[in-house]
């Protein structure tokens, strides 16, 4: 348990996440998104907000979002609209962002997260909103090279951005990072975002303060803070414990309510593990919102919306049921496979189906496959040791040619010579314990091992496993299934 639960107060915390949808080009022109381009080279007079310039609405971005918003168990607005929202900044050079303001797409969804091995509750948390618009550039502020140079990067600018905002649902930071892994799953495996935070795709703000039951029954809450520059899902969990406490020492020192200050932003240093104070939050009322005069309002139909809700595909919550059915799996099981992934989940399913019974796959890609992926880093898809291979090694050790942990051996050879199983198996010698080998193996087993051909003999078979070990080191390819097997045979047809 976290230590901050065992304070006596509630931590109350609501989240802003935006992510950008997988569309080729921009929201409202035809320049490419791909990542990592030269800067300034995906960039039109629509982009950069030159005079004279219009923007046209991209369809795939509309529908991304609306898939997002039905997964996310939102109501659809059947007519929305653009906003301006006003603000100078260096990286956005229309000197406004085109948003939604008070008629966004979706509204009043929620997204449930649940442990299955309980480490917290399952909650329900509300999604207040999901709107869409364009993102900004990116400025880039050379000091690491020692030099004062400042320098603008717009591919970025008009990239098409879901923002996602909660209610401040959640009780804790642990809660929180779940809840963000959650939503990130979701969206991957309905193909709306990669995700990929390292490259900006999903960013978080988190609002934060605390609840704290005063002695005659009223609840004093602390003045709320955003957090900023959180760049991955654990400086989220860290930077949020740390505002949790910061904000109790605040409160025992000063007492400060909410109310009593203007919201605060505060950034979030990954290296010194601390939030620092950046600026106070603008209102809404600064922006100066007002309708987009170069678009036209969105009306969507209930055809469109049931279209998009029929191809949709399975959300993570539901695939891990039908996970669990189809191969007969604990949910422990189909929760740890389906919580890596779409592609993770392909490879189980290729797996199961040749191997024909999921328990066993699932175990093999638990202790092995997994394992050895996080071990090495990298993607499944190009994961050398294939569904195939292991199916291989495990039939061969559900046909008795060898036990499992001689099959993990093989796993591991095939993983790293990169050749088939068959070859490993001939290399390591495995086929050459014949019947009359193995004969031979545990008659001299007997032969040396009187206590235990005695105890056997008077009925305890399970003594029977002080053979296997000393099997082994005679012959590591016997299987020891069978030496078991052979030698109880042996010892009861002993005089
Ligand atoms: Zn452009
Ligand atoms: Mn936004």
């Not at 969804?109 to 869409?132: M, N, Q, S």
Request: net charge negative.
């Amino acid at each position: 348990m976290s230590a901050e639960t065992q304070h006596p107060f509630t931590t109350v915390i609501g989240l802003e996440v935006h992510v950008q949808l997988q569309t080729k080009t921009k929201l409202f022109c035809g320049c490419i998104t791909t990542f990592g381009s030269p800067p300034n080279t995906q960039v039109c007079p629509t982009c950069l907000g030159l005079p004279g310039s219009l923007p046209v609405m991209n369809r795939r971005a509309f529908d991304l979002s609306l898939r997002a918003a039905l997964a996310l168990n939102c109501k659809i607005a059947l007519f929305t609209k653009w906003d301006r929202k006003n603000y100078f900044y260096p990286d956005l050079p229309k000197g406004y962002q085109i948003s939604q303001f008070d008629l966004p797409f979706s509204y009043e969804g929620h997204l449930e997260i649940c442990d299955p091995k309980g480490a917290f509750e399952p909650r329900t948390v509300r999604i207040t909103r999901v709107h869409l618009e364009e993102d900004a550039g990116k400025s880039m502020h050379d000091e690491a090279a020692g030099t004062a140079d400042s320098r603008i990067d717009l591919n970025r600018t008009g990239t098409p951005l879901c923002e996602i905002v909660t209610e401040p649902d959640l009780r804790s930071a642990e809660e929180a990072r779940a809840w963000l892994n959650e939503l990130k799953l979701l969206l991957v495996y309905l193909g709306v975002s990669d995700c990929n935070m390292q490259e900006g795709s999903l960013r978080v703000d988190a609002n934060v303060n605390l609840h704290i039951p005063q002695e005659d029954g009223r609840i004093a809450k602390t003045p709320i803070v955003e957090i900023k520059n959180m760049n991955s899902f654990r400086s989220v969990e860290r930077a949020l414990i740390y505002e949790t406490e910061r904000q109790w020492g605040e409160w025992q020192a000063t007492g400060a309510e909410i109310g009593s200050m203007p919201k605060q932003t505060r950034g979030w240093d990954d290296s010194a593990g601390v939030t620092r104070g950046q600026r106070h939050k603008e209102e809404s009322s600064d922006y100066r919102y007002f309708p987009e005069p170069d678009l036209v309002p969105v009306t969507v139909t209930e055809e469109q919306v049931t279209k998009i809700r029929s191809a949709m595909g399975e959300p993570p919550a539901v695939l891990r049921k039908t996970l669990a059915d189809r191969w007969k799996l604990p949910a422990n099981d189909a929760s740890v496979l389906v919580n890596q992934g779409p592609d993770l989940v392909k490879y189980f399913e290729d797996l199961a189906t040749r191997v024909g019974e999921g328990k066993v796959a699932s175990n093999w890609m638990q202790q092995d496959v997994l394992r050895t992926l996080n071990e090495r880093g990298g993607n499944i898809t190009d994961f050398p040791v294939k569904p195939e291979a292991v199916a291989d090694i495990i039939a061969r050790v559900q046909k008795g040619d060898f036990d499992t942990s001689r099959g993990r051996e093989i796993f591991v050879s095939v993983l790293e010579k990169g050749t088939s199983v068959a070859e490993v198996v001939a290399g390591m010698g495995i086929a050459a314990v014949d019947d009359g080998d193995l004969q031979a193996l545990c008659e001299e087993l007997i032969a040396e091992n009187p206590k235990i051909v005695a105890d056997v003999k008077g009925g305890k078979e399970q003594a029977a496993g002080g053979l296997i070990g000393q099997a082994k080191r005679k012959n590591p390819n016997v299987n020891p299934g069978k030496v078991r097997a052979l030698a109880i045979e042996l010892i009861r047809a002993l005089p």
